[in-house]
């Protein structure tokens, strides 16, 4: 079965860029990209390719050479789904902020609410494919809502999870590791894997495309997620040891890292993790293993997240007690929103957590982030609830040069490790620093001694 049209309902982090990349590489298959959102589709049509809603390197340059010819973005999102031959499902999967399950469970109100648009509008056989990351053995509710349909239609449905992390999520898609694709092992769970196989092969080699049962696939999305952030509180864990013996994080990882066994990937010590898909993973993951009564599995999973909270509190506390214990009326700088380099994303970013904490204890905040918007930064402390918006407005503001906001500020903090933070004029920062000027290295991108030579106090994560 070749497949000649897509679509995918969502035209988020994931959906855009995956569906840009299907496009680009498969110029004979019809790529409908959806959303429920006007303005979202409004920006992925913009003529300027700069206000593309989705920052990505080489994104710009993939949806230039795509859309118009067989890549589009629209809101109709049923007249797409009835000509598509398979739709990819790629709304967002939040934690849920309500009900059974609160604060862990995955919210499927979404992928639900597409599966019965599918069922109801779709005039003909369709392959469906999960592409948000899902709790296992969501495909199974997907396929009973989609065969509820009373238009004598047949469905098939496939998880097919994605490994892409942002910043680098053209040059994933491009070159991804593996492709895991699982479906059912009927005649026609068969036909429609083995669709979905031949569009990757397109530029994917075959060997790398790996198939397998629905549950499985829909598994080792969470587990992989939950694998890579383990690495990260293993090594945070490991920073605050280091900080109280002497021994540094970054000589310690290398040194672990070197053993092959090991690998020296994902052991970057930092101010915590953050992002879309880490902590909502895993808290859906520690929720599945309760509910099923496995509570030594899921307190297993949940210590990650715990460090990873802990990481972020011993990171402001570092800043409130080098300045005597008092940051009241203090400012402080923060280099970075991201919750990453090469992104304009600040989900789950320490940033947030850092700030409201030395907002908590009286300081005023002052950002540079090249890529994340004052607007954004407000609305992420807003979602805390720990004070009024208007209060959030007074602690704090963000500026479009880095110069601005160092002036008569007590510390920089560097919560996310963008590049140009190296080259920064830092002798010019420590004139303008309040005295004694002190750098929080979250990210450990600095150089300790050229910014020690220059008169600063320099504190780094695991130093
Ligand atoms: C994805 C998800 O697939 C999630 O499961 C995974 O863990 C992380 O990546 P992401 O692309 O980052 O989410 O989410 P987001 O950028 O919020 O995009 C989702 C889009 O779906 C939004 O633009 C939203 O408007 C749209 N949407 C949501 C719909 O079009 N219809 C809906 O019913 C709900
Ligand atoms: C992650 C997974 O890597 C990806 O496979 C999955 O599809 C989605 O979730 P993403 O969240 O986009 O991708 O970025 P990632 O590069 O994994 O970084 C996540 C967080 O961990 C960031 O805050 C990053 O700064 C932090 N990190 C990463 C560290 O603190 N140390 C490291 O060594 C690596």
New binding site residues.
């Given amino acids: 079965m070749k497949i000649k049209s897509i679509c995918c ?7 855009g860029p995956t569906m840009a990349v299907i496009a680009l590489k498969c110029p004979h298959i019809q790529v409908n990209v ?4 006007k303005d ?1 589709i409004d920006a992925w049509n913009s003529s300027d390719l700069n206000n593309l809603p989705v920052f990505e390197p080489g994104l710009s340059e993939v949806v230039n050479q795509a859309r118009g010819r067989n890549l589009f973005f629209s809101n109709n999102i049923d007249e797409a789904i009835d000509k598509s031959e398979m739709i990819f499902i ?4 939040p934690t849920k902020t309500y009900g059974e399950g609160k604060g862990q469970a995955a919210d499927l109100k ?1 992928v639900e ?2 599966a019965r648009n599918i069922a109801k509008v779709s005039k003909s056989d369709k392959i469906v494919v999960e ?3 899902l709790p296992v053995r969501t495909a199974e509710a997907v396929q009973t809502i989609l065969d509820s349909s009373e238009n004598g239609v047949k469905f098939d449905v496939l998880s097919n999870p994605e490994f892409l992390a942002e910043g680098t999520a053209i040059k994933d898609l491009f070159k991804s590791d593996r492709v895991l694709i699982g479906g059912q092992q009927t005649e026609s769970g068969k036909i429609a894997i083995s669709a979905l196989v031949e569009i990757y092969s397109n530029w994917i080699p075959i060997e790398k495309i790996y198939t397998t049962n629905v549950w499985s696939a829909e598994l080792s999305k969470l587990v992989a997620n939950a694998f890579l952030a383990q690495r990260i509180s293993s090594i945070n864990s490991i920073s605050a040891l280091c900080e109280v013996t002497g021994a540094d994080v970054n000589e310690v990882a290398t040194a672990v890292g070197m053993d092959s066994r090991i690998g020296n990937k994902f052991l970057k010590s930092s101010v915590g993790f953050g992002g ?2 880490f902590q ?2 895993i808290l859906n993951l520690v929720y599945i293993a309760k509910s099923l009564g496995l509570h030594e599995v899921s307190e297993y999973w949940n210590q990650v997240i715990k460090i990873n909270d802990y990481q972020k509190k011993r990171f402001a506390f570092k800043i409130i007690n080098s300045l005597f214990g008092n940051v009241s009326e203090k400012t402080i700088t923060l280099f970075g929103w991201a919750f990453k380099k090469d992104t304009n994303d600040s989900r789950e970013s320490a940033a947030i957590y850092v700030a409201n904490l030395l907002i908590e204890n009286g300081a005023k905040i002052c950002v540079y982030d090249p890529r994340v918007t004052e607007q954004q930064m407000l609305l992420d402390l807003d979602k805390l609830n720990s004070r009024s918006s208007e209060e959030n407005r007074i602690a704090l503001s963000s500026f479009s040069n880095y110069i601005d906001a160092c002036n008569g500020s007590s510390a920089i903090a560097i919560i996310t490790e963008w590049d140009e933070f190296k080259d920064y004029d830092w002798e010019q920062i420590y004139k303008i620093l309040i005295k004694p000027a002190k750098v929080f290295d979250g990210r450990n991108i600095l150089n300790k001694k050229m910014i020690e030579d220059l008169g600063f106090e320099f504190y780094a994560i695991g130093g």
């Fill in positions: 309902i969502g035209a988020g982090y994931v959906g959806l959303d429920v959102n979202r790629a709304v967002n999967t979404f609410l597409c592409k948000s990351t879309s898909c909502k993973d």
